[in-house]
């Protein structure tokens, strides 16, 4: 009875506001009773809400408190009038300390005077030292115990719902990237709302009146009675309860589709996962890249960065679905697909920001219609220039990094996603797609995926800042990179080019192994048009046996 109590309990409870079934933090919302009981329990619409998920954790600025009111965040710290006070009193100290020193050496000789000196080094360093651990203590005390849990003033008597939308108010919340799985309770008791930061797996106790009590969180879990305590490969929920024979048993929870729903541990088998990781998402909804940029310039913006989520469906419409998308499934006939958000700034790419990128397109020559003649183009006042010099080869190294630290990020949550029920991915196989910017957040996942999945082909179209990071080859059973030629002698002509991503060939990479896009296409190439994923089609032309072929040896 207690089971189909509880498949029914959490089952049914669906949430409009949840994106993805994976991120480091779980932020979810309960009403207590008096007594500490949850409200409603049993009626699986209001027992537990879960937020969005998100990789941060929600640090409350405490606004009206004048002590712990965050006042800016700089160098990674929250500052507070707490900080402030730490470090005059560090520096009060400090002066009364130097002037009791020159006082004595004002009245000492040489060889005194300069061990004076010497001590006056030494306490600096001890200032400059004790400054910083004051910094981290308080730091330290406000995360971990001040704000681990907090009341939040500002919400008294207020709905969930409203509690939800202040949630993205920078007013009232500071988002703290983790790397952690963690849970972000949100409980309300009497009208007071508190925070509270957990561990990735929340235990629960039923009594026989059938109310639902918390009682702590974990960082391990047993996914039987008498199993092994294993850590939590992704966030959890417990539910103790004495069955009808008296005995403590347990019921196990994981988060999908914005559902708590039964953690049913399956069979381990080996699985084929294919990954397809976006790059830049322009404002314009339109598949032409020409009218795409078009809109950037004429709005001067740019889609947030991406939130780093696995996703299980093509959230933003990036990829060509019958032509693209269902060719390489057909191919690879994968168990499951997942779709990843490379998306980041223009600033992060060889263009360096998104002013000299549409400069560089409104500059750069269209498709020479007959014979070749595009290697100058003129510029400003008429001025010749050769037009390769126009190309943004020039490598975005830090860049490149932000888009590769995010990566990591996202490849957390791939293995956590991969991990549902108890799934061990190292059985796993994993064939990845990537495009433009895609290909440096790519690499970031492969770093985190590396030793905990196997590693089968990666396809890289038409990569953003290629010389940004070697390769290692040999992890793969193959590795391919598809786009225009930008040097040797069967380059293609300066009008020709990929302008939004110049393909130099990726760093570590054989020369056998960047295929070039064919010449005969000639309506396929250009500035913006070599770069378009929609025109790349033509790699399914490339029969199996030859390099460049596309799906399962």
């Known amino acids: 009875m207690f089971k189909y109590l509880l498949l029914t ?3 049914l409870y669906s949430s409009p506001r949840f994106f993805a079934a994976n991120g480091r933090v779980v ?7 008096s007594d500490g009981s949850i409200q409603e329990a049993q009626t699986p619409q209001n027992a537990f809400y879960l937020f969005e998920q998100s990789n941060q954790l929600l640090n409350y600025k ?3 408190n004048p002590f712990f009111k965050i006042r800016f965040t700089w160098l990674g710290i929250d500052w507070t009038l707490v900080h402030f006070f730490a470090i005059l009193l560090t520096i009060f100290l400090q002066i009364l300390t130097f002037r009791r020193i020159n006082r004595r050496m004002a009245e000492s000789r040489f060889f005194r005077r300069w061990s004076y000196r010497f001590l006056k080094l030494f306490l600096w360093a001890a200032v400059i030292a004790g400054n910083i651990a004051a910094l981290w203590a308080i730091d330290f005390y406000n995360t971990q115990i001040h704000f681990r849990y907090h009341q939040l003033t500002d919400f008294k008597n207020a709905s969930t719902a409203a509690l939800d939308q202040a949630l993205n108010n920078r007013t009232y919340f500071q988002p703290k990237e983790s790397t952690r799985l963690r849970f972000q309770l949100f409980r309300e008791n009497n009208g007071k709302w508190h925070t509270q930061r957990a561990l990735p797996v929340l235990h629960f106790k039923q009594n026989k ?4 009590f918390y009682t702590h969180d974990s960082r391990y879990v047993r996914f039987y009675p008498d199993a092994k305590r294993v850590k939590a490969p992704t966030q959890l929920v417990v539910i103790h309860r004495r069955g009808e024979n008296k005995k403590m048993e347990q019921a196990l929870f994981q988060i999908q589709n914005g559902a708590l729903v039964p953690f049913l541990s399956q069979a381990e088998r080996p699985q084929r996962i294919l990954l397809f990781v976006n790059g830049y998402r322009p404002i314009s909804s339109s598949q032409d890249p020409e009218q795409a940029l078009q809109a950037i310039n004429a ?6 960065r991406s939130k780093n989520l696995i996703y299980s469906s093509d959230q933003f419409g990036y990829w060509p679905q019958a032509a693209f998308i269902a060719e390489i499934q ?3 006939k994968p168990y499951k697909t997942y779709y990843a958000d490379g998306h980041h700034s223009v600033s992060t790419s060889n263009h360096g920001s998104l002013l000299q990128f549409v400069s560089s397109a409104a500059l750069y020559p269209k498709p020479c219609s007959g014979a070749h003649h595009c290697s100058t183009t003129k510029i400003a006042h008429q001025q010749e220039v050769r037009t390769y010099s126009l190309l943004a080869t020039k490598p975005n190294y830090e860049g490149f990094r932000i888009r590769y630290l995010a990566g990591k990020q996202a490849g957390r949550n791939l293995l956590q996603e991969l991990s549902m029920n108890g799934n061990d991915p190292l ?3 994993l064939y990845a797609v990537s495009h433009s910017m895609g290909h440096a957040y790519f690499l970031g996942m492969a770093s985190i995926l590396k030793g905990k999945i196997q590693f089968g082909a990666y396809y890289a179209f038409s990569p953003e800042n290629p010389k940004g990071k070697t390769i290692k080859t040999h992890l793969w059973s193959a590795v391919f990179q598809y786009g225009t ?3 040797g002698p069967k380059r293609h002509a300066p009008c020709q080019q990929d302008g939004v991503a110049p393909q130099w060939r990726i760093s570590g990479l054989p020369a056998t192994q960047q295929l070039s896009f064919p010449k005969s296409l000639k309506t396929r190439l250009g500035y913006f048009s070599s770069h378009y994923i929609g025109y790349y089609t033509w790699v399914f032309d490339i029969p199996k046996g030859i390099p460049g072929y596309i799906g399962l040896p």
């Open 427 to 429: 059985n796993d196989t």
């Open 62 to 64: 405490d606004p009206n």
């Open 9 to 11: 309990l959490f089952f």
């Open 299 to 304: 709005k001067g913006l740019e889609r947030p």
């Open 27 to 33: 932020h979810i919302a309960w009403t207590e009773n």
């Open 485 to 487: 030629k930008l040097y």
């Open 330 to 332: 057909k191919r690879f």
């Open 209 to 212: 009146k059938g109310q639902l």
